[in-house]
């Protein structure tokens, strides 16, 4: 069985400033990870995803995520927010390995970017 | 390259009624999903088809049922609609377990 847990619900950061997104998992097996991008009345979008090669993944629209096994975390991060920036972000997890392999998604967490 | 087609975008439905919803996609992936959205509760798995000619249920299965009819389309059925089954629903595909679902843009259906 997997889970994860979005820390923050609604995160609101400056244009320019450091975006962060937490997300932990919790995974009974190695996982596979992935964050996703939903714009207001569209689906999802991926961002980025961990498949077990390098611990740090790098999305699109500079967007960076690192999977930290000891910390069971996989946060998001962008060095400078723009305002199209602004939507929200799922994490999500799935099992590596076994039958049960579905992905389970975070509650999300609303990107508001402040001019 | 289309991807992920949900029809119809929108639809009111009254309490009781039925209505199929139908996703379809161009990207030769063997799984197929539903998902409902609610605020603050992510997206929810429904129903899913891992490959063409088996559907499983997911976290929330009651009050739906789901026809995989090929290897491209995977519909979604409320036989009786219900006020609680008002959500957004959202159809995705993947090729295989290590590659990420590919969305639809969502059918926002609203059950009075």
């Known amino acids: 069985a997997q889970s994860v847990t979005q820390l923050g619900s609604h995160v609101s950061v400056s244009e320019g400033a450091l975006v962060l997104l937490r997300c932990n998992y919790s995974?009974?097996?190695?996982?596979?990870l992935f964050w996703y991008v939903q714009y207001p009345n569209q689906g999802l979008q991926l961002l980025l995803k961990?498949?077990?090669?390098?611990?740090l993944v790098k999305g699109i629209n500079g967007f960076e995520a690192e999977f930290k096994k000891s910390e069971t975390s996989f946060h998001l991060t962008k060095p400078s927010a723009h305002m199209s920036d602004a939507a929200e972000y799922f994490c999500?997890?799935?099992?590596?390995?076994?039958?049960?392999?579905?992905?389970?998604f975070g509650s999300g967490t609303q990107l508001t970017v402040l001019p | 390259n289309a991807g992920v087609t949900q029809t119809p975008k929108f639809q009111v439905l009254k309490t009781g009624q039925s209505m199929t919803l139908q996703c379809a996609q161009d990207?030769?992936?063997?799984?197929m999903y539903w998902y409902r959205q609610d605020p603050g509760m992510g997206l929810r798995l429904i129903y899913y088809?891992?490959?063409?000619?088996?559907?499983d249920k997911g976290e929330v299965p009651n009050g739906y049922n789901v026809s995989r009819l090929n290897k491209r389309e995977f519909s979604l059925r409320l036989e009786s609609a219900a006020p609680s089954q008002t959500s957004v629903y959202f159809c995705?595909?993947?090729?295989?377990?290590?590659?990420?679902?590919?969305f639809g843009d969502g059918t926002r259906l609203s059950i009075l």
């Open positions: 999500a997890v799935t099992l590596a390995s076994g039958s049960a392999r579905q992905l389970t």
């Open positions: 990207m030769n992936h063997n799984s």
């Open positions: 995705a595909s993947r090729y295989s377990p290590d590659q990420p679902q590919h």
């Open positions: 961990y498949t077990s090669a390098a611990t």
């Open positions: 995974s009974s097996v190695p996982p596979y």
């Open positions: 088809s891992a490959s063409e000619g088996t559907t």
